[in-house]
Every structure is written in structure tokens, then in C-alpha cells.
């Protein structure tokens, strides 16, 4: 370290030995962190039931209950407050997730999503509190700022100290956790809908506290992740939790290769991107040609838009105002239960991701998973507007609807976050993950504002037409990956790097790594790191 022992980091030219060995033990601390995904859906899930709660909707708008066996298409909740109920969380996300970035840089990754659950429990107090907007609001604004830490955060997190053969289906694992969050929050919605008091809605709020003191206790005793440390420049704390996550010893030859093969590509990229202050590190993000695909400027892009794709696929739609969706076509006795049959496919179908975005690839499941959605969506919204009022025709639409988040659960679901968490390099890659997770919530956020205004029969009033809306976008996601998205499977995240350097989205899949960073910076006699690079790395990380 600067001003003591120079560390001697033994390196190689085999790109088959750049990583560790992982042990059992190790593969679950890493797969922990994708805990994170339950709170975060869970958060999603209980705000679709509790819109369309008796109590809640009574509560808050001061209409009296409808006489029994009475439908009353005027007892709902005003479009306006359900949008701005539903989008100001993501609202709060969108912010949060840019002001992680930074935390993720100054403090670590760990101790961001620690500070996200704190926000997130404060927030969920006044949420639990709320008896009208004015507590529901600002909960719901503190709380997505929590989620918006830990969502951009946990995903450059467990892409860090994930090994590179499972570092897809883990962070899939987040996705999955995701949809388990949603579950349980219409289960718990489920169970107390038809309580006459405020724990009709109170009790799912509650709940959420749960995921947010298990994550947030849990990664006190994880370790911090070694790239956060080469970036700072500290190489014996990187040497020590790299040991720890890979479960080796810190002298094992294997933990020496690999972080040798960190700290080369870490001084290589610090010679491609300039160093400067804090404006200058958020402007490095915007560097390059457009036209050069491993551009920081193009990395950027891909990143924001890819998660604005995610979105533009409708699967929120289902997710957010299901219920009500279920309850505007008149044809379905309990909304409730479809919204959580739709629910248990979405967390059925996720696992499977675990395998096929390891054996198939990023770029091939985003593929097909697009054409599948887009064929579903239109089936959807052609059985609307041709016969959308036969019972045997709208169970044809749910039938869909259950195959499209199919298709959505096992594909763009986690393969979205899969290849934002590998596409940057480490000088930008907590701002470059923080501003790709921050498109996600806002768009995220105005599909939540707009839909009501499209759907609700007081405004557009489309209905199953706006499958029509969202087959189209699904249609431009194929086009999109086609052409943007590169495979980066079964590479390390140094290996990304020169990938995309060397190859285009349309030929990535066939670039095999041909040397190492450590090689081609300089190594010793002896097959060590030469010290000059160690050095130059610990100047420039406490400089930092």
C-alpha cells in the first residue's frame, strides 16, 4: 500500500486460470445478496390488491361502501391518486438509485445497500402510519429511494464477487427473489382483503419490514467486494475478501492470478479514461464515439435503454394495476385470486433462467423472449376487441397473459440486469449500473403514471387494447437486441471489457479470450505482476 510493503500479486498469460476455484460455502455467500430482489418485489407486489381493497378505497376517497351483492363502477380509487400512489415510489427509486452510484464509490457497495434498507424501513413506517395522501406519499417516496439504493446496487454488487460460470444465474437469483417478493405480497393482500379495518392494509405494508432488517443484518457479515477495494487502492483488503468469497487461502496462487488480472485491467482502464473530480467521474460515463460499441458513451446507452426496454415490455402493467385491470373486464368473479395465479407463474418461470442464460446465453434468451412476449401481447388484445365480453374469451386472454410472463419471467426478467451488471468497466461502473437501474424507475415511473389515463373507463378507456401498445414495444425489443445486445457469457468482467473492444453485438458470441490484462500490462521475470502497476493503482485509488 502507498507509503508501506509493496504487494507482489503472482500473475499469468493462461486465460484459463484468471479465477479462483469457488467453494460451496462461497457460492451461498454470493447467492445471499440476491435476498435483496424479496423486498424490492415485495414492495412492487402489495400496492396492485390494496388499490382495489374495499377498506382502502373508503379510507381514502370517503365513499360509502356499495350495497352487498351491488357493483359500483364510481367505488374505486380516482385515477389521479392511484397514479400518483403507484409512480411515486418510482419516483423515489429513480433518485435514489443516481445518488447510490455515488455512495457505492465513497463508501462501498456493502454499506450503500445497508443505508438503502435503513431509508427503506423509515419509509415503510410512515406507509404503515398513513390514513390519507399525506402520509402515504412521502412514505412511499422515502421508501423507493430505499429500493432505488439497494436495486442498483446489489446488482453491481453480486456481479463483483460472483464467479463467471454461475455470475448470470446468479444474479437471475435476483430476479427470482424479485417475483418471490411479489408472491408473497399477494398472498398477504389475499389474506386480509376483506378485513373491515385498517389492517386490511396495513398488514401487507408491515410485513416488507421483514426482507429489509434480514438483508440489512445479513450484509453486515458479507464481505465487501474486491473491485470496490482495487478502486480505491487498497490491495490487501481486495486479496483478503477475494480469499474469503473464492474460499481459498490469501496465498493461494489462484486468488493472486485473479486479482492480478483485476488490478491490470483496472490500471488498462485508467489509462483509456480520463481521471479527474467528482463531475469529471459522472462525465466519463459520456465519453467516446457512438459508433464504437466499446465506448463508454455506447456502454452507457445500452445500459439505460436496455432497462427502458425492460419496461416498455408491459410486464408492470400486470403487476401494478392487475387487479383492477381483472376487475374493469367484468367477467371474473375474484380479481384477487387471478392477480395471484399470475403471481405464481411469474415466480415458477424465473428459475428457469438459471440454466438457459448460462447455456443459451444473454443475447439469445433476450431474443426469443421477445418474440414471445410480442406474439402473447397481441393475442391478448386481438381476443379483447374481437369478443371481449365472453367469459371463454377472456379465460383465452388470462391463459396469455400467464404465457407472455412466462416468457418475460425466464428471459428479460433477469436477463436485463444480467448484462447491465457486466457491460462497464470498473472506473464507471457504479455510476454506469446506478444511471442503467435509474432508467428503470423512471420509465418505470411514467408507465405508472400514464396507464391509469389509458385503461380506467373514466379516461382512454382502452382495455385490452393496450396490449396493442405493448406488443408494439415488444416488437422494437427484438429489433433492439438484434442489433445492441452482445453475449457475454461465460467471460469475466475483464474478459467484457475486451470483447467488446474487439467484436460487434452480431459476432460477439463466437470471440473466445485470447490473452490476459496482467500479460499484456507487464509481467516480471518470476510470473508476478511488474510493481509498477500495484503502485500505480494505490496512488490513484487513495487519491480518490
Known sequence: ??????????????????????????????????????????????????????????????????????????????????????????????FGALIAGDCADFIGRRATIIIGCLLFTIGGILETASTS??????????????????????????????????????????????????????????????????????????????????????????????????????IEDATRVLARLRGQPVESEYIQQELAEIVANHEYELTVIPSGGYFQSWINCFTGSLFVSSSNVRRTILGTSLQMMQQWTGINFIFY??????????????????????????????????????????????????????????????????????????????????????????????????????????????RGVALSTASNWLWNCIITVITPYMVDTDEANLGSRVFFVWGSLCFTCIVYTYFLISETKGLTLEQVDRMLEETTPRTSAKWVPHSTFAAEMGLTEKGTLHPEIIEDVERKGSAV
Open 1 to 94: 500500500m502507498p507509503g508501506g510493503a509493496v504487494v507482489n500479486l503472482s500473475a499469468t498469460s493462461d486465460v484459463n486460470r484468471i479465477e479462483a476455484p469457488v467453494t460451496v460455502k462461497a457460492y451461498m455467500m454470493c447467492a445471499f445478496a440476491a435476498f435483496g430482489g424479496i423486498f424490492f418485489g415485495y414492495d412492487t407486489g402489495w400496492i396492485s390488491g390494496v388499490l382495489g381493497m374495499k377498506y382502502f378505497i373508503r379510507q381514502y376517497t370517503g365513499l360509502p361502501y356499495p350495497a352487498t351483492g351491488v357493483t359500483d363502477p364510481n367505488f374505486v380509487i380516482p385515477t389521479w391518486k392511484k397514479s400518483l400512489i403507484t409512480s411515486i415510489l418510482s419516483a423515489g427509486t429513480f
Open 133 to 234: 395522501l399525506g402520509l402515504m406519499v412521502p412514505g412511499r417516496l422515502l421508501a423507493g429511494a430505499g429500493v432505488g439504493f439497494v436495486s442498483a446496487i446489489i446488482i453491481l454488487y453480486m456481479s463483483e464477487i460472483a464467479p463467471k460460470k454461475v455470475r448470470g444465474a446468479i444474479v437471475s437469483g435476483y430476479q427470482f427473489c424479485i417475483t418471490i417478493g411479489i408472491l408473497l405480497a399477494n398472498c398477504v393482500v389475499y389474506a386480509t382483503q376483506n378485513r373491515d379495518d385498517s389492517g386490511s392494509y396495513r398488514i401487507p405494508i408491515a410485513v416488507q419490514f421483514l426482507w429489509a432488517i434480514i438483508l440489512g443484518t445479513g450484509l453486515f457479515l458479507l464481505p465487501e467486494s474486491p473491485r470496490y477495494f482495487v478502486k480505491k487502492g487498497r
Open 321 to 430: 394495476f392487475g387487479t383492477t385491470f381483472f376487475q374493469q373486464l367484468g367477467t371474473i368473479s375474484n380479481p384477487f385470486l387471478i392477480s395471484l395465479v399470475t403471481t405464481l407463474v411469474n415466480v415458477l418461470s424465473t428459475p428457469l433462467s438459471f440454466w438457459t442464460v448460462e447455456r443459451f446465453g444473454r443475447r439469445t434468451i433476450l431474443l426469443y423472449g421477445a418474440v414471445g412476449m410480442c406474439v402473447c401481447e397481441f393475442i391478448v388484445a386481438i381476443i379483447g376487441v374481437t369478443d371481449g365480453q365472453n367469459p371463454s374469451a377472456v379465460k383465452a386472454q388470462i391463459s396469455f397473459i400467464c404465457i407472455y410472463i412466462f416468457f418475460f419471467a425466464s428471459t428479460w426478467g433477469p436477463g436485463a440486469w444480467v448484462v447491465i451488471g457486466e457491460i462497464f468497466p470498473l472506473p464507471i461502473r457504479s
